[in-house]
């Protein structure tokens, strides 16, 4: 059984840069696409973007200018760095692993998701 | 951007009714759009994929239908623990979006 655990500090403060990483269990990394979306308090969720396990990376446009997701296969790990904080960005982040199954016209789903993680921005 | 709206923010049942949640998208999608449900301070599971396909392990109780703008997730017989808010998301093109949810209440 595959599972996601997201890992990282929990206040961050206005101006800097939150930084997860997310540990895949249970399963390889490789061959799938690896997901963040977040989540502020009491709203809807936010698709941030995807990276593959070969390095290509998808970013929300809402986000690209301050988003980068990277993986490392060795540690079956992708991570997060969001920039140019805001108290708008307080959230819980999810990892996910993206289903490809575009090649059976089923497009692309969020199959297993980590438990999130609370990341406060605030002095 | 595709906008997603799921026109009903909450809803009350009982259980054992059968219930309907809408989702419309602002342009075609085909059937490219998924449902997910998420309980308090858990993380959203996939429910239902590709508009109609149960995701492994789900409940028979919960189906999916609907194609180009207009999509319907429905339980057929309301349980206890199907009070939650359903999600649903395109995957049509990036950027992936979410409508803003429905809350299931019970009545």
């Known amino acids: 059984q595959v599972q996601l655990q997201e890992s990282g500090p929990g206040l961050v403060r206005p101006s800097e840069t939150l930084s997860l990483t997310c540990n895949v269990s249970g399963g390889s990394i490789s061959t799938y696409y690896w997901s963040w979306i977040r989540q502020p308090p009491g709203k809807g969720l936010e698709w941030i973007g995807y990276?593959?396990?070969?390095?290509?990376?998808n970013y929300n446009p809402s986000l690209k200018s301050r988003v980068t997701i990277s993986v490392d296969t060795s540690k079956n790990q992708f991570s997060l760095n969001l920039s140019s904080l805001t108290a708008a960005d307080t959230a819980v982040y999810y990892c996910?692993?993206?289903?490809?199954?575009?090649?059976?016209?089923?497009?692309?789903?969020?199959?297993?998701w980590g438990q999130g993680a609370l990341v406060t921005v605030s002095s | 951007d595709i906008q997603m709206t799921q026109s009903t923010s909450s809803l009350s049942a009982s259980v054992g009714d059968r219930v309907t949640i809408t989702c419309r998208a602002s342009?075609?999608?085909?059937?490219?759009l998924n449902w997910y449900q998420q309980k308090p301070g858990k993380a959203p599971k996939l429910l239902i994929y590709?508009?109609?396909n149960l995701q492994s392990g789900v409940p028979s109780r919960f189906s999916g239908s609907g194609s180009g703008t207009d999509f319907t997730l429905t339980i057929s017989s309301l349980q206890p623990e199907d009070f939650a808010v359903y999600y649903c998301q395109q995957s049509y093109n990036t950027p992936y979006t979410f409508g803003q949810g429905t809350k299931l209440e019970i009545k």
């Open positions: 996910a692993r993206v289903e490809d199954s575009s090649a059976y016209y089923y497009g692309y789903y969020f199959d297993y």
């Open positions: 342009q075609s999608i085909s059937t490219y």
């Open positions: 990276i593959y396990y070969s390095g290509s990376t």
């Open positions: 590709a508009a109609s």
